[in-house]
């Protein structure tokens, strides 16, 4: 009996029981569509996480002081000479210290990020002023109280006018308007345009925050990232005398250490996943031994009339594999679909197709489909014709 | 053609030996009609179950067209079943979910007969039987007597050497179970070798030749006609 003929044989009779192969074949739709819907999840997390680190570019360096010493600290300024006395490594340092605020023009107000840095900023984060200017050194040193501002911030609180020169509050305070920032993320509310930039020194004294502890530093390529970090690491340590009180990190061990987070995060999805994967499995080899059971009396008839051991093996097998591979096939399906119009439809994280998974869990459905296929198989194979059809 | 000799089955059920049948020789050659009559437990089906190679003997032997049997695999079995041998059961024995075309084109399904021959060989054998306009009708929408036809057409199509009837007629009303006798007949003067194993004595007297089967032992082999 040649192969073809076997899978005419299975196809007809899967189709002669269409309610109990869907429901068979429900079991591994959706183990395979979960297994992708959820590593699509994880991996579009991931991604919209590690874009948004990439984005800020690999030179990047932070420095993150934990030290509570109000002794010793290391400022701004010193850095900023450490900086200036290391130009081949250090091309630029901006000190970051972000607080929410209230920022009022008239009669409007609006609660924002208030960030203070320096010139720097603009270099380390590609973050331009579209008119008027950004800050610049003389803000900081002569603590002008001036401000930029982000386009969520403008169309908020301006109503179409002009901010340039006119005086907003800040906690109470009266600043300058210098300029409004390019718009980096469609002007949304809570995102990177809702921002007023002031002079680091300033923000310091309105806030009463006391020490800088986030400071940027831009190396002068990647190359020179790591002896800058050194560098770095070696003048605070002379400072802290304890390598505990700070920490300087770049992007590419932020990137290491959110690959192995987010990748347990995938192998533990997927590993629920697959769980209902083979449970799909089992209910193949239930249906499949129930339909050894109920067609006893057609196998003995196949055996009477001359099928062999062979010949009902690989029917049976067949059977199995064609319901389990329909349904991975329907589950990738179903699974894309998830992706495409539930997570990347709501816009939740960015649509991301993993081909090695779509082939791995519908590798999975089909060996499930031959393992669990191949006992009740074998049970209908080895029966003995004459008890086989006796049997009703 | 059929030549048994000395053949025994011993079947246990627990701890019981049950002689099913015991010491029996026999020989049919090509082209006879024979019967096999004896009342129920004789042992006429296991008789039959060993001519049709559906199972083996404890002891004796068995050659079918010169060929020992006894020692064979369950896949040689099957071989020898699909080419040599067509079973016409009780209870027709069709599956129902295939249609008559479909049950008959079955045994050359398992000789890798391709499709089209297949066809062809199906639609002349339900011919034969008289049913070729019912080619397309499951099991269920045919009458007793059609499902028996559509049997023996499935017995038929792989050019056998032997056509075994399990009491084809037990199933039947009389004039369906006297058609069915009759084509059977008409297979024979056609030039086939027909055993038909019944526990009625009408029916074996259409026979050539009558073998009757008591407690597993043949007590009487005479040729009628």
């Not at chain 1, 699509?40 to 919209?48: I, L, P, R, V």
């Not at chain 1, 309105?206 to 070696?234: C, H, Y």
């Not at chain 2, 068995?62 to 020692?71: A, I, K, T």
Request: proline content about 3%; glycine content about 10%.
């Amino acid at each position: 009996m040649s192969f073809i003929q076997a899978c005419k044989m299975a196809v007809k009779s899967i189709k002669s029981n269409k309610v109990r192969s869907f429901l068979t074949m429900l079991g591994v739709i959706i183990g395979v569509s979960s297994v992708i819907a959820a590593v699509g999840f994880a991996q579009g997390s991931t991604k919209s996480i590690t874009d948004m680190i990439s984005s800020m570019g690999t030179n990047l360096i932070q420095v993150n002081i934990m030290g509570r010493n109000s002794n010793r600290n290391v400022t701004y300024s010193q850095i900023k000479e450490f900086a200036e006395e290391n130009s081949g490594e250090i091309t630029a340092v901006a000190p970051q210290s972000n607080t929410s605020a209230t920022v009022k023009y008239k009669t409007n107000s609006r609660s924002t990020n208030v960030l203070g840095t320096s010139p720097d900023y603009q270099i380390i984060r590609s973050v331009y002023a579209q008119q008027g200017r950004f800050l610049i050194q003389n803000d900081l040193e002569n603590m002008q109280k001036v401000a930029v501002l982000g386009t969520a911030v403008v169309n908020d609180i301006f109503e179409g006018t002009s901010p340039l020169g006119e005086k907003i509050k800040i906690n109470g305070q009266l600043f300058t308007v210098v300029g409004i920032l390019e718009e980096k993320d469609g002007g949304q509310d809570q995102g990177a345009d809702d921002i007023v930039i002031i002079p680091a020194t300033v923000a310091q004294r309105l806030f009463r925050s006391g020490m800088i502890r986030n400071f940027s530093i831009q190396a002068t390529s990647p190359d020179t990232v790591e002896s800058a970090m050194e560098k770095l690491e070696e003048f605070l340590a002379k400072t802290y005398k304890d390598s505990d009180a700070f920490r300087v990190f770049n992007q590419a061990e932020m990137l290491e250490n959110l690959d192995s987070m987010t990748g347990t995060m995938t192998a533990v999805l997927a590993g629920i996943a697959a769980i209902s994967l083979i449970v799909g499995g089992i209910g193949i080899m239930n249906i499949m031994l129930v339909s050894v059971t109920e067609r006893t009396k057609e196998i003995g008839i196949r055996k009477a009339i001359g099928a062999r051991k062979k010949n009902i093996l690989v029917q049976f097998l067949i059977e199995a594999i064609i319901l389990t591979g329909f349904g991975g096939v329907l589950g990738v399906a179903v699974g894309l679909s998830v992706i495409h119009f539930i997570i990347g439809g709501f816009g939740l994280v960015p649509e991301v197709y993993s081909i090695p998974w779509i082939l791995i869990s519908f590798g999975i459905s089909l060996g499930v489909g031959v393992t669990f296929g191949l006992f009740p198989a074998y049970k209908a194979a080895s029966l003995n014709p004459i008890e086989a059809l006796r049997s009703e | 053609m059929i030549e048994i000799c000395n053949m025994s089955k011993i079947y246990r059920i627990g701890n019981v030996a049950v002689k099913a049948l015991d010491n029996i020789s026999l020989s049919i050659k090509q082209h006879e009609f024979v019967s096999i009559v004896g009342p129920s437990g004789s042992g006429k089906s296991t008789l039959m179950n060993m001519i049709g190679c559906l199972d083996v003997p404890t002891s004796g032997e068995y050659r079918l067209d010169g060929m020992e049997v006894s020692g064979l695999t369950d896949d040689q079995l099957a071989y020898i079943r699909n080419h040599k041998i067509g079973f016409v059961f009780q209870g027709f024995n069709l599956i129902q979910k295939l249609n008559a075309l479909e049950n008959v084109e079955l045994p050359l399904i398992y000789q890798g007969i391709p499709t089209s021959e297949r066809y062809e060989r199906s639609v002349e054998a339900l011919k034969l039987v008289g049913l070729e306009d019912r080619i397309h009708h499951r099991p269920a929408e045919l009458s007793g007597g059609q499902q028996q036809r559509v049997a023996i057409a499935r017995a038929l199509v792989g050019n056998p050497q032997i056509i075994l009837a399990d009491e084809p007629t037990g199933n039947l009303d009389s004039k369906s179970g006297k058609d069915i006798i009759n084509l059977l007949k008409e297979l024979h003067l056609k030039g086939s070798t027909i055993v038909l194993i019944t526990h009625d004595n009408d029916i074996a007297m259409m026979a050539e030749r009558i073998v009757r089967i008591q407690d597993g032992q043949i007590n009487d082999d005479r040729v009628v006609s």
